[in-house]
């Protein structure tokens, strides 16, 4: 009986230390999950005042992104020209300034890596613009030394209005 009951012990301490690892690893999740959507909402400020260097400064060298329409942009010089003041859209005060909101955000246990998705919408001009066109996306991001980092992401225009339903995708 005796016996019994020790076993019974050992195996609520067992668990009991499993839960407090599991929680502990669910804390440092949490964190991490929270730095990724901050650093998308920093990003997100970034972009709605057409600030490239602070823009640019959340992806890897080598991002790719799938636009919403379909054009592959590789590299971030190639992404960072399509925010540039000084050319195109933007120089003709025809800028879209898209905005993010993550609707989840779910980090890798075993890998510095964190996927997340939500919606996007492009607004004309300004961050509280008229929205022309707007739809979903994922982003994969990678944590390099302390940073949260956006490798690639993949945006799916699903709706527009007005201007916003001119463009063709990409076929």
């Known amino acids: 009986m005796k016996y019994l009951a020790l076993s019974a012990l050992l195996a609520l301490a067992a668990c009991a230390g499993r839960t407090a690892v599991s929680s502990g690893a669910q804390r440092t999740e949490d964190v991490e999950a929270r730095a990724v959507r901050s650093a998308r909402a920093a990003q997100n400020r970034a972009i ?7 823009i640019a ?3 890897t060298d080598d991002v790719e992104i799938r636009r919403g329409l379909g054009a592959l942009v590789t590299g971030r010089d190639a992404y960072k020209r399509l925010f540039d003041p000084d050319s195109g859209a933007v120089a003709r005060g025809e800028e879209l300034i ?4 993550p ?12 996927y997340e ?8 001009g300004r961050a509280d613009g ?3 066109i707007r739809g979903r996306y994922a982003a994969q991001w990678v944590k390099r030394g302390n940073r949260w980092l956006i490798r690639g992401e993949v945006y799916v225009a699903l709706s527009c209005s007005g201007a916003g339903c001119a463009s063709a995708a990409v076929p």
């Open 48 to 54: 709605a005042v057409l600030d490239t260097a602070a």
């Open 57 to 59: 400064s959340f992806w």
């Open 98 to 101: 898209y905005q993010r909101e």
């Open 103 to 114: 609707v989840s955000v779910v980090m890798s246990a075993h890998w510095p890596l964190a």
């Open 117 to 124: 998705e939500g919606t996007w919408i492009g607004h004309l």
């Open 130 to 132: 008229p929205a022309l």
